[in-house]
């Protein structure tokens, strides 16, 4: 295969990564390292290994945190099982049932609520303050797979433009 074809089906799958760390159907820095490794190996380019290993590890601690930040933030704003159960109902349903881009997004914070409100129904600024704590997990989260993404592409696009 032309080695230009490779470089524009790396660099697609590098945006689509991107665009896949805040959408949750795509496979977000899954498709930017397959980019990457496309891209270092296909075109048999002498990007370093280093780099190479340095986005595998940041891709693996990626799948860590995104569980682990939205859990510790929803439980340090209060948030109890309930919440995270409701989180993780509220956000399937809301990809399904919220036809809107960010459906899933609404569906997350709505289980939270309503995961909180059912456990205690009276305390409604315990759920709301549950509900913060997943929303700024969700932007850490996401935040640090942006940059992570981000990091990926410019390599790669620094790379091509240097050679």
Not at 67 to 74: C, E, H, K, L, S
Not at 86 to 104: D, K, L, R, Y
Request: glycine share 14%; net charge positive; aromatic share 14%.
């Amino acid at each position: 295969m032309d080695i230009g074809v490779i470089q524009i089906v790396s660099i697609i799958l590098l945006i689509v990564g991107i665009l896949g760390t805040f959408l949750p159907v795509l496979p977000g820095l899954l498709l930017s390292l397959c980019g990457l490794l496309i891209y270092k190996f296909g075109t048999d380019a002498p990007l370093s290994m280093v780099y190479i290993w340095i986005f595998v590890f940041l891709t693996g601690l990626s799948v860590i945190l995104n569980y682990v930040i939205p859990a510790r933030t929803t439980r340090k704003y209060g948030g109890t099982r309930w919440g995270s159960i409701g989180s993780v109902i509220g956000t399937i349903g809301g990809m399904f049932f919220i036809p809107i881009p960010f459906g899933f997004l609404i569906g997350m914070f709505l289980g939270v609520f309503i995961g909180e409100l059912l456990h205690d129904a009276k305390d409604k600024k315990k759920a709301w303050n549950s509900t913060k704590g997943a929303f700024i997990g969700f932007i850490y989260g996401t935040g640090f797979n942006l940059l992570v993404g981000l990091a990926m592409f410019l390599v790669v696009v620094y790379d091509i433009y240097k050679s």
